[in-house]
Structures are given as C-alpha cells and as structure tokens.
C-alpha cells in the first residue's frame, strides 16, 4: 500500500507560482513513475504530468509546458510540481498519483489533493 500526501496549494495572483509537494510512504517509492492531475470546478480531472521512476525523464501538457516543472526527490519520497507564471484557468484541486503500469498508463493511490486559487 502507499499513502500520498499533497501540500503546497493555496491563493495566489495570476502571474505567481506555487510549489506542490506529493510525499509518499509504504510501498518502494522509487520503484514508480509518478503523476500530477488536476480537476477544476464543473470539469473532469485531467492529466498535468508525470516523471519517471527515476525522475530522468518527464512530460508536461501542452497547457502547461514552460510553466509547470515536475520533479521528485527519491531520498525523500516526494515528488514536485513546480507551477509558475499562474493563470486563473489553472484553479483547480490538484492530485498526485503513483503509475502503477507505464505501458496501460495506469494510476492508483490517490492522495486528497491540494486546492489551488489563482485569482485575476
């Protein structure tokens, strides 16, 4: 079993950033591709960005690209998403997840997820 834990949300000005943090405990942590989603008011949650197991690798939506960076720190378990240059359309709940299958795409254990307000 592996337990997510998100902080880092809160309000902010379009034009800010925010730095979420995902920390992770129970089953290997670096043995896993992480995940960033999202779910704003009304809409489906949605795909923001993953890393590698290794965090040698990753990928960012188009909406995003040049603003959100993900990273992850194995020694802590703790996976990041660096979020700047914040505009009002990215207001949403954010959630961090394992990827429990690379090849199926697949994501499980869910944290509560963090709110994040960015006000024009």
């Known amino acids: 079993q592996v337990q997510l834990v998100e902080s880092g949300g809160g309000l902010v000005q379009a034009g800010g950033s925010l730095r979420l943090s995902c920390a992770a405990s129970?089953?290997?942590?670096?043995?896993?591709?992480m995940g960033w989603f999202r779910q704003a008011p009304g809409k489906e949650r949605e795909f923001v960005a993953r890393?590698?197991?290794?965090?040698?690798?990753?990928y960012v939506v188009d909406s995003v690209k040049g603003r959100f960076t993900i990273s992850r720190d194995t020694a802590k378990n703790t996976v990041y998403l660096q979020m700047n240059s914040l505009k009002p359309e990215d207001t949403a709940v954010f959630y961090c997840?394992?990827?429990?299958?690379?090849?199926?795409?697949?994501?499980?254990?869910w944290g509560q997820g963090t709110q994040v307000t960015v006000s024009s």
């Open positions: 890393t590698s197991r290794t965090g040698g690798s990753s």
């Open positions: 997840a394992v990827r429990v299958s690379a090849i199926d795409d697949e994501y499980a254990y």
């Open positions: 129970g089953r290997t942590f670096s043995s896993y591709g």
